[in-house]
């Protein structure tokens, strides 16, 4: 580690695990319900449930991807971050909000659209804060020595991430056009802008760990970008075939939406190429695990079991049930949760001097969680089809195909087990490297 | 080979080119078929007050509606057409938890008029035209009989 002020992200990052730690806590809060098991009811019911368990991945993916944007900006742009008190400010900010989110959605105080259901005056305040971000993120990048293209690609897609937040803010008295604009935000995030910030993470991690030359590595950052907005804008048409939207949806979402593993398979074999071809002297063999897990994982559960269900003619019987919850947990863990770790993997040992990477806890870390979550899709993905055979195919009653699916939630709570497992240990390992050191300022 | 050049020029073209497609597509979507697909015009007072109570509620934490939300309770797309609003309104204004075969809903214990409200507002979500969702069972028909 270069500069100081790099320190910064030691705070998002651990405020990202303490909230990885919570959400799971809903997560296991859910699947008892799911399994019959609904004790908590009167003080957590299962929406309260819900919408806590979304809104703390966003956020701690969110406060990964800061941490990781201070820690990656002063390396590439070869200045300090223009302020510590503002990145300070910024800081407790967001922690701040967060908490009072949590507590309000126990309370009622909340919007029920899905991953958006932080109340309006809330919002609000997310948007000052996430300018304040942007403000020191960009401001450093050009008054710093260096604009290279992976400080650029990974701004940019902070960049375009807080202004799709804007659309989910607008009041409608329509549901369609509600959903339409909770797509601009959902969809437009996680196949689109936090593509590029993926991308960009990426670029920096495989630079740094695999020794190859930024100019290849930046070159294919460009062209795995460019496939991403070549599908995944279209492809937002995915979300407009049953919603009150017109038919010619279903071809233009089908056919682009089906283009869209293209960019998670680039990032694969742009990663795994990489390795291959560099000299691998770094030690922190660990970091360079997660990093190819998460290429490889990211195609997996964005692209192949995206791809499952995108098509018109199947969505048509999987739309809104388990089959999507299959998905959307080994998207969000392959693309973005395990991106997010493997940063953190990568800078705790520059930002504290410690090398904790050794131990065989973290180690461990990776694979439980990893065999945990695979096991948690199998899972969802079993009762999926089961409800989409019995209620949809057959039209048997809701709450009839619900009971017969309880097994999977069982099996779901196991292996969410060993799930949560690798994650404690994980963590352990986080606070075994303590707080920030000076004596890790290195040069080069 | 592909230059660095070239390659940027592929993603910011792209990006422009398909962002401009999408924003005139969201426009025509917008302005000539929801309207028309979702009957606008009959989108009434009530059914709006209908929709707040939904929302403010997050109903969506449970169930789906128009296929989205999440899957504890049942769709309600077409849940006045199954059920009835007779069924509908008895749970929204009950003061004890409902619980069909033992899974719980939150006791709203709604008002006559929040309770026709939110009728009116399934009641208007349940005549779009969604493009045949929800589908049919298929399957039914072809089952064994004893
Ligand atoms: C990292 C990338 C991705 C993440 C994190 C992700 C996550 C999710 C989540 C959470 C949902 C549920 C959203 C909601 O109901 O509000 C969803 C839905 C969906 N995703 Fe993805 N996804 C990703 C990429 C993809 C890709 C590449 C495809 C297609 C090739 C895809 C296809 C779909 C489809 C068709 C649905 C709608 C399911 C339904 O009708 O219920 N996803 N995704
Ligand atoms: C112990 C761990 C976990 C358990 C037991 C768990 C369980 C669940 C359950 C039961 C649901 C609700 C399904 C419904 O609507 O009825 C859910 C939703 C969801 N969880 Fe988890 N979860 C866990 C961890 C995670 C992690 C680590 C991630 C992301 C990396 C994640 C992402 C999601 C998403 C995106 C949804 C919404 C899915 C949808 O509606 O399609 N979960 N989870
Ligand atoms: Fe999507």
New interface residues.
């Given amino acids: 580690m270069k500069y100081k002020s790099q320190q910064v992200a030691y705070w998002f990052f651990a405020l990202s695990v303490i909230l990885l730690v919570l959400q799971i806590a809903y997560g296991f809060v859910?699947a008892f319900?799911?399994l019959?098991y609904?004790g908590l009811?009167e003080i957590i019911?299962?929406?309260?449930a819900?919408?806590t368990h979304k809104n703390l991945l966003v956020v701690w993916i969110l406060s990964g991807f800061m941490g990781a944007a201070y820690y990656i900006i002063p390396d590439e742009a070869e200045r300090e971050l223009i302020s510590i008190p503002l990145v300070k400010l910024q800081f407790w900010s967001l922690a701040i909000v967060g908490v009072v989110a949590v507590i309000g959605f126990h309370l009622?105080w909340?919007?029920?659209?899905?991953f958006l259901?932080i109340p309006r005056p809330l919002d609000y305040l997310v948007v000052i804060n996430v300018l304040l971000f942007l403000y020191i993120i960009l401001m450093t990048l050009f008054t710093g020595k260096k604009r290279t293209?992976t400080s650029l690609v990974l701004s940019m897609g902070l960049f375009f991430a807080a202004l799709l937040y804007l659309p989910g803010m607008i009041w409608f008295?329509?549901?369609?056009?509600d959903?339409?604009f909770?797509w601009w935000v959902v969809h437009l995030w996680v196949e689109g802008v936090w593509e590029l910030i993926m991308g960009g993470i990426l670029a920096y991690l495989l630079i740094k760990l695999t020794g190859v030359d930024r100019?290849l590595i930046?070159?294919?950052l460009?062209?795995i970008?460019?496939l991403t907005?070549?599908s995944g804008?279209?492809g937002?048409g995915h979300h407009?075939?049953?919603?009150?939207?017109?038919?010619?949806?279903?071809m233009?979402g089908g056919i682009f939406s089906a283009m869209e593993p293209l960019a998670f398979l680039g990032m694969a074999l742009f990663a795994i190429a990489m390795y291959r071809k560099g000299e691998k002297r770094h030690p922190n063999k660990l970091a360079l695990t997660w990093t190819l897990g998460t290429a490889i994982l990211s195609f997996v559960g964005a692209g192949l079991l995206g791809v499952a269900h995108t098509l018109p003619a199947v969505n048509?019987?999987t739309?809104?049930?388990?089959v999507?919850?299959m998905h959307g947990h080994l998207a969000f863990w392959g693309a973005y949760g395990m991106l997010v770790l493997g940063m953190i993997t990568y800078a705790m040992p520059l930002i504290t001097g410690r090398k904790m990477y050794t131990k065989p806890g973290a180690n461990y870390a990776f694979w439980l969680s990893n065999i945990g979550m695979i096991g948690m899709t199998t899972a969802f993905a079993v009762a999926g089809v089961t409800?989409v055979?019995l209620e949809?195919?057959?039209?048997m009653d809701?709450?009839?195909v619900?009971?017969a699916m309880e097994v999977h939630f069982l099996i779901l709570i196991g292996a969410a087990s060993i799930f949560t497992l690798g994650i404690v240990l994980y963590i352990i390992n986080f606070f075994k490297y303590g707080s920030p050191s000076n004596e890790a300022l290195v040069t080069a | 080979m592909?230059?660095?050049n070239q390659?940027?020029t592929?993603?910011l073209g792209?990006?422009v080119v398909?962002?401009l497609?999408?924003l005139v597509?969201?426009w025509?979507?917008?302005a000539k078929?929801?309207p028309e697909?979702?009957n606008?015009e009959n989108?009434s007072e009530s059914a709006?007050r209908g929709?707040r109570i939904?929302?403010?509620?997050?109903?969506?934490?449970?169930h789906?509606?128009?296929?989205?939300?999440?899957?504890?309770?049942?769709?309600l797309t077409k849940v006045i057409d199954r059920k009835g609003e007779e069924y509908c309104r008895i749970i929204l204004m009950s003061k004890e938890?409902w619980q069909?075969?033992?899974?719980?809903m939150?006791a709203y214990g709604m008002t006559e008029q929040e309770a026709a409200d939110v009728i009116e507002?399934l009641k208007w979500?349940g005549e779009?035209?969604?493009?045949?969702?929800?589908?049919?069972?298929?399957?039914?028909d072809k089952?064994p009989t004893e």
Avoid at chain 1, 110 to 114: A, L, M, V
Avoid at chain 1, 173 to 177: P, V
Avoid at chain 1, 240 to 250: H, Q, R, S, V
Avoid at chain 2, 67 to 72: I, R, T
């Fill in positions: 859910m319900a799911h019959g609904d009811h019911p299962f929406n309260a819900s919408a009622g909340w919007e029920g659209r899905k259901e293209t008295d329509n549901q369609t056009m959903s339409f909770r100019e930046e070159k294919w460009y062209v970008v460019g907005f070549l804008v279209l937002t407009y075939y049953y919603i009150g939207t017109p038919k010619y949806w279903l233009i048509l019987w739309h809104g049930t388990f999507t919850a409800q055979y949809r195919k057959v039209g809701f709450v009839d619900q009971l | 592909l230059s660095k390659a940027r592929f993603f792209g990006t398909f962002f497609i999408f597509l969201s025509h979507t917008l078929e929801v697909q979702t606008a989108l709006i929709k939904f929302d403010k509620n997050n109903c969506m934490g449970c789906t509606i128009l296929g989205e939300g999440a899957y504890y309770a049942p769709e938890p069909p075969r033992g899974r719980k939150v507002f979500i779009m035209d969604l493009n045949g969702f929800p589908p049919e069972p298929d399957l039914k089952l």
